[in-house]
């Protein structure tokens, strides 16, 4: 199950990997003045820093037997999920300010890729809270 998890957490970085590229590609990190975009760089940088970080920990679990990482691991999981769900808040069509203006980098996302990077997050953070309270919590 421990594996299982760190597959759908590769499935998910690969997804929201292909979705930063796009961001990136189409002007992300240049659209820096207020109303110009949707997606703030820190909400970009520490959904994606952290989501690196809470990965390296299950890893460090996997491969070490740290159940401490474990529990780091489904702690920042949780936080990537906050700041995702935020993202996807701020990503949906709405009538405020930010809409009367130009086309922003985060309009270019296929809807295919937002809806599979956000399942397989949700499923991500699903598995690892199931894990660690399951089979870490018996231990």
Sequence with gaps: MRVFVLGVWLLTASLGGYL???WIRHGGLRQRTP???RLPLWLVVGHVALAV???AA???YLVGGLRGSA???CAVV???AVFGFMMLLRWLPSPGRHSHGGVTAER???LTAVVAHGMCAGATVLLVVLVV???LGQM
Excluded: C, D, E, M
């Design 20 to 22: 930063a590229t796009v």
């Design 35 to 37: 109303g110009v975009t």
């Design 53 to 55: 970080a809470g990965l």
């Design 58 to 60: 299950w890893t460090v």
């Design 71 to 73: 529990w780091t691991a």
């Design 78 to 80: 949780l936080i990537v």
């Design 108 to 110: 270019h996302f296929p």
């Design 133 to 135: 309270l399951v089979v």
